[in-house]
């Protein structure tokens, strides 16, 4: 069955500091990867997603991604975190046979 | 800007009852889905329709029925709840099946 992982479930970070949130898929041709973000008591919001081309993808609230075919894993990243970025994050796997699988998310806390 | 209203932010029922949860979007969109969230597991889908009147099951589909006679409007119906259908329930929906999703503020039932 296709499956995606987030192998961390919870990371705490410094305000300032960088962050990388991992994401693995299993194997599937072409697949369209998705990051979302859930704040406290609210439903998903899109952050960026990758669908073909340029493998580094920008989006909203200076989050980034970088998809590695080789390794299966689209990564999300932020140089330097912000309080507010404190949230629960889900990655998100598009199959070519219109399955859609979201990982089990990691819960983001930023120290002051 | 797209808009997924769900009917209820908090419900409370009692085992056996019949519940309805009611989803509305505005951007004529094709697809929408029914997810459950629960600590550790992530999104779960449940039901989703591709068309008014056509449905899928997803992962998850037990106890569950859904029910779309508008293209706006996608209604989970739980038809005797149960204890176990605690969750926090998130209504989506999206133009093709692996274009972004949209999700709604979501509806946290409690199931006494």
């Known amino acids: 069955a296709q499956s995606v992982t987030q192998p961390d479930i919870h990371i705490t970070v410094s305000e300032g500091a960088s962050l990388e949130l991992r994401c693995n898929y299993s194997y599937g041709a072409t697949p369209y990867l998705f990051w979302y973000v859930q704040s406290p008591g609210q439903g998903l919001q899109l952050l960026l997603k990758?669908?073909?081309?340029?493998?580094l993808v920008q989006g909203i609230k200076g989050f980034e991604a970088e998809f590695k075919r080789s390794q299966s894993s689209f990564n999300l990243r932020k140089p330097s975190v912000h309080w507010s970025d404190a949230a629960e994050y889900f990655c998100?796997?598009?199959?070519?046979?219109?399955?859609?699988?979201f990982g089990a998310g990691t819960r983001l806390t930023v120290k002051p | 800007d797209v808009k997924v209203t769900q009917s209820s932010r908090y419900l409370v029922k009692r085992t056996g009852e019949k519940v309805f949860l009611e989803c509305v979007q505005d951007?004529?969109?094709?697809?929408m889905f029914w997810y459950r969230q629960d600590p550790g597991l992530g999104l779960r889908l449940i039901y989703f329709s591709y068309d008014v009147k056509m449905k899928e099951k997803g992962d998850i589909p037990e106890g569950y029925s859904v029910s779309r006679e508008k293209k706006e409007r996608f209604s989970l119906i739980l038809e005797s709840a149960s204890t176990n259908q605690t969750s926090m329930y998130l209504c989506?929906?999206?133009?093709?099946?692996?274009?972004?999703?949209?999700f709604g503020p979501g509806t946290r039932l409690l199931v006494l």
């Open positions: 998100a796997v598009g199959y070519n046979n219109n399955d859609m699988r």
């Open positions: 951007m004529d969109h094709e697809n």
């Open positions: 990758y669908f073909s081309g340029d493998t």
């Open positions: 989506a929906s999206s133009f093709g099946v692996q274009e972004t999703q949209y």
